[in-house]
């Protein structure tokens, strides 16, 4: 009776924490994206009002885009960049864009990236930069750690999927 009468109180207990109403729920904030830094974050529909060229768009589930800087010149339409903030498998990338704007681009190892279209070339260790045979320049970097075997191989498929056209 007594160890019938002990459970009974346990199980009270238990159904008693279990519905309390006055619990408010654990709110998980999820961290900064790279992407909240970089510029003007906007629903794709106004970031194309914002800029003179039509973005490319990755493969994958996109997170958020944000109009960014030129980079250089005037803060115009026809120089100002677009990032897309992405997802491929677990890891966030940045996709940068900016239009072709006849000025060398020279990163690590000196190499102009200008020079020789869909040739990446780093501009940091987990960072790559391309122009495509049409009129932009490209940069990729992960939103986290990323080894740059990682980073070149989503170059890579980035620029099959058509980031080169």
Not at 59 to 81: E, H, M, N, Y
Not at 144 to 164: F, I, N, Y
Request: hydrophobic fraction near 40%; include cysteine; aromatic fraction near 8%.
């Amino acid at each position: 009776m007594i160890r019938r009468l002990a459970a009974s109180a346990v199980l009270v207990f238990a159904l008693a924490a279990c519905g309390h109403k006055d619990a408010a729920p654990v709110a998980t904030e999820a961290p900064p994206m790279m992407i909240d830094d970089r510029g003007f974050v906007m629903p794709l529909e106004q970031v194309v009002t914002k800029v003179n060229y039509k973005p490319w768009l990755p493969p994958g589930q996109i997170q958020k885009f944000a109009v960014i800087p030129p980079l250089g010149g005037l803060d115009t339409p026809s120089s100002r960049g677009v990032a897309m903030e992405y997802q491929n498998g677990s890891t966030l990338w940045l996709l940068s864009q900016w239009p072709k704007q006849g000025f060398q681009m020279v990163f690590l190892r000196g190499k102009d990236i200008t020079v020789d279209a869909c040739q990446p070339g780093r501009f940091k260790s987990d960072g790559v930069a391309w122009t495509t045979k049409g009129k932009l320049a490209m940069t990729l970097q992960p939103d986290g750690a990323a080894s740059p075997t990682e980073v070149d191989r989503e170059a890579k498929r980035l620029m099959t999927a058509g980031a080169c056209k």
